[in-house]
């Protein structure tokens, strides 16, 4: 990748690739101009050939340099996209083993790391990695593409067990956040000051686990975010407060987004939205089967006044 340039392509084949073996700052740096696919066997003359489902290709990049097993050694990010723009592709794996527990920027993004970075990312499995922020993937000042990916049993030991995003607005389509676990709020994902574009996606499973305040099982949206849903799914999350979805002085749009079986233990199963800067606008979304200990099982507004186009 070091000697890749301008227009360059990366066939990776099958198996477990290390950034290091020893380093934990070591990282698989993405490039601008430079392509990398993963989902090889060997024998491929196109990359048309190649298998670039990441659970049935076994192309795996991961952060476990160190004694096998043992996360305290591993890599602080599998893979940096900062500085990058959107010509340097990442494309065709799993995504595992980072763990983001240092200072500063050593803290956040366990499997991926951007700052000031637009990397295009497709077919990739986010798994199996931790952060103090952003387990899965943590985003500052960045807008990313990613189509067709997953972030599934990530860990943040603050927020944002599948993703982080800080200042910044990803565009994502198709893509899933399953059993990711946030200690603090943002399960799946956390947005503060972000206002990431969201298209047929998925939150299933996703937990905030702080027993008093932890918030948004699926997705907190935080100090003046502003994320657009599409066809979006959330189902089966839990938190204190907002066990699918909670906003907090942010304005979510959303539009054919579905609410079931997501549960708080406090207030708002579906979806709770606090201070009177909370502007929610849903149109043609539907709440169903969500669960609040206190009240608003489906929605719970404080100091909220939400636009229902319709439902």
């Known amino acids: ?34 392509a990398v696919y993963g989902g090889f066997e060997g024998w491929e003359a196109s990359r ?11 192309t795996v990049l991961s952060g476990d340099i160190g004694t096998t097993g043992v996360d305290s050694d591993n890599s602080y990010h599998v893979v940096t996209g900062s500085g990058v723009n959107t010509s340097a ?19 956040y993004g366990g499997g991926m790391y951007n700052s000031i970075g637009s990397p295009t990312l497709a077919n990739l499995s986010f798994s199996g990695n931790t952060a103090t922020y952003g387990g899965g993937m943590h985003n500052s000042s960045s807008s990313p593409t990613l189509s067709n990916c997953s972030f599934s049993a990530n860990i943040a030991t603050s927020s944002g067990g599948g993703m982080h995003n800080s200042s910044s607005s990803p565009t994502l389509t198709n893509c899933s956040f399953s059993a990711n676990i946030a200690t603090s709020s943002g399960g799946g994902m956390f947005n ?16 905030a686990t702080y027993a008093l305040f932890g918030s948004g099982g699926g997705m907190r949206n935080f100090n003046s975010s502003s994320p657009t849903l599409t066809n979006c799914v959330f189902s089966g999350n839990s ?62 507004n404080d100091a909220s006044s939400p636009t229902p186009v319709s439902y």
Do not use: K
């Open 89 to 107: 592709v990442l494309d065709g794996f799993t995504i595992t083993g980072g763990y983001a527990n240092g200072t500063s920027s050593q803290g």
């Open 48 to 58: 048309e050939q190649r298998n670039p489902d990441p659970a049935t290709s076994g």
């Open 1 to 34: 990748m070091a000697l890749a340039g301008t227009g360059d392509e990366i066939w990776v084949a099958e198996g477990t690739h290390l950034p290091s073996d020893t380093d934990r700052t070591a990282t698989f740096q993405l490039v601008s101009g430079v």
């Open 192 to 207: 503060d000051s972000s206002s990431p574009a969201l298209t047929t996606c998925s939150f299933s499973g996703n937990t």
């Open 239 to 300: 938190a204190v407060l907002g066990g699918g979805m909670e906003n907090y002085v942010s304005s979510p749009t959303l539009a054919n987004v579905s609410f079931s079986g997501n549960i708080a233990t406090d207030r708002g199963g579906g979806m709770r939205n606090y201070a009177s800067t909370s502007s929610t606008t849903l149109t043609n979304c539907t709440f169903s089967g969500n669960i609040a200990t206190n009240s608003g099982g489906g929605i719970h």
